[in-house]
């Protein structure tokens, strides 16, 4: 099956800070997606990127899709204790659209007060 | 309020001893999904279906079932568990909407699963 590795695997950061991570994938992708978990829940969807070097932004959370198609950043500006969990990036492992998203491994994100 | 409800939220059981955690959407999704989520591994999905009567194998499908019976429900059943089952199971639904498609699944709030 498809690989996406995320990384760094996990981080500890101080309030305030920026923060950012990656995604590679050993395929081509369509359509990028990153989520978040909160501890004791489920993912929830941040951003979508639906074609090759967009770029959007939720808030202080900035998103990018890679030239190459196959590789994704997550990027949040001025962190704060609430940006506490995981981060996955996602994608669609049938790009004709059976829904059959395939998840990273995760960034666990940690911010110090 | 749109939301995917899984149950139960904790459960424990005995290796063998036949289980099915119920999940339930109300947003009229077409497309529904089980992953399970495990150290080091990320959200690995299991089953998904596509519409009732419509399902197809995940990544790590051994040792489950699904059924699609009504478009609002998709169970999953554990027939003999095992230990290496053990895990934090998430139900999720999504639909297709606009031009460009949108995958986005909007996920239940999990059940951990222990097996001893």
């Known amino acids: 099956g498809q690989q996406l590795n995320q990384s760094p695997q996990s981080m500890f950061i101080q309030e305030g800070e920026d923060v950012s991570m990656n995604c590679t994938s050993s395929s081509i992708f369509n359509t990028w997606l990153w989520y978040k978990q909160d501890p004791g829940e489920g993912p929830v969807l941040l951003i979508a990127l639906y074609k090759a070097g967009e770029l959007t932004s939720n808030g202080r959370l900035t998103a990018q899709f890679g030239i190459t198609r196959k590789d994704s950043f997550l990027n949040i500006s001025a962190s704060i204790p609430s940006d506490v969990g995981i981060y996955f990036c996602a994608g669609p492992f049938d790009q004709t659209g059976a829904n059959n998203l395939f998840f990273g491994t995760g960034t666990r994100l940690t911010v110090i007060p | 309020e749109a939301q995917v409800t899984q149950n139960p939220r904790y459960l424990i059981t005995v290796t063998g001893k036949k289980l099915t955690v119920t999940c339930s959407q109300n947003?009229?999704?077409?497309?529904m999904s089980w992953y399970r989520q495990d150290p080091g591994l990320g959200l690995r999905q299991i089953y998904y279906?596509?519409?009732?009567?419509?399902?197809d194998k995940g990544d790590v499908p051994e040792g489950y079932k699904v059924s699609r019976k009504e478009k609002r429900n998709f169970p999953l059943i554990l027939e003999s568990p095992s230990p290496n089952q053990t895990s934090l199971y998430f139900c999720?639904?999504?639909?297709?909407?606009?031009?460009?498609?949108?995958?986005?699944?909007?996920f239940g709030s999990g059940t951990r699963l222990t097996v001893v």
């Open positions: 279906s596509m519409n009732v009567e419509v399902t």
């Open positions: 999720a639904s999504s639909t297709r909407t606009g031009p460009r498609g949108y995958y986005g699944y909007t």
């Open positions: 947003m009229n999704h077409e497309y």
